[in-house]
């Protein structure tokens, strides 16, 4: 006999609801601006649950920070997870990283960040990074941890393999910032992406588009590009 999975409890159900609103305020209006009361007006919710479950303002502000880790991790983990799992099988063969490799795999990370920025859901996520990124604190800790980190890392290494650099020189860890840029930039620039492409919305062909861009940017890396590391 099938079971059915079990519906997610009231509680359960305040609760992400708490999480999504506070994500969108706290991006919207940052920590200082935004209001317990306002936060839960948006979730529809009495204002005393935000104690009840949170314990304070600052408690929902870094389970905010938890549930865009978490949010973003969902799209991307099982892709990126993918690659470490390959790289970690290859350390453990003793075998090196091909450069044709090596490019498969950091074009295949690299569309997937793609279509995540390309898509509508991803706004309320970036908002609350970029404030982070202007303004850091405990919760940009765990967005730098949970996301970041883990993520240039894996690029790092696939990038070092192209370059023949060091995964942690300072040519291949700026090389990993700006092309992982070069996607965030249609999710943080949107309005002047669709202003200066004479784009409506994000429609299938743009998205074709954007993910042909960013199988060129890694096939255009070149080793004879290379500046001297440190």
Do not use: C
């Not at 159900?13 to 506070?22: M, V, Y």
């Not at 990283?97 to 996520?125: C, G, I, M, N």
């Not at 200066?196 to 743009?206: C, F, N, Q, V």
């Amino acid at each position: 006999m099938q079971i059915e999975p079990a519906e997610p409890s009231r509680a359960d159900a305040t609760r992400e609801k708490l999480l999504a609103a506070a994500v969108e305020v706290f991006g919207l209006e940052g920590f200082d601006g935004a209001t317990t009361r306002r936060i839960a007006d948006a979730a529809s919710v009495n204002l005393q649950a935000i104690s009840y479950y949170f314990g304070s303002k600052e408690g929902l502000f870094l389970a905010a920070a938890d549930h865009v880790v978490a949010s973003i991790l969902a799209e991307v983990s099982e892709e990126r997870d993918a690659v470490r799992s390959r790289l970690a099988a290859l350390d453990a063969a003793g075998e090196p990283l091909s450069e044709a490799e090596a490019r498969a795999l950091l074009t295949q990370l690299l569309t997937v960040f793609a279509h995540l920025f390309l898509s509508p859901r991803s706004e309320p996520w970036a908002r609350f990074v970029m404030r982070e990124q202007m303004q850091p604190g405990d919760a940009f800790v765990r967005i730098y941890q949970g996301i970041m980190a883990p993520t240039l890392a894996v690029a790092h290494r696939l990038l070092g393999a192209i370059l023949g650099e060091p995964p942690k020189s300072t040519t291949v860890r700026l090389r990993a910032m700006s092309l992982l840029g070069s996607v965030l930039v249609f999710r943080v620039a949107h309005s002047t992406v669709l202003a200066e492409m004479g784009w409506d919305g994000i429609d299938d062909a743009a998205i074709a588009t954007v993910t042909e861009l960013a199988e060129t940017l890694v096939a255009e890396i070149s080793p004879a590009t290379r500046r001297s590391s440190t």
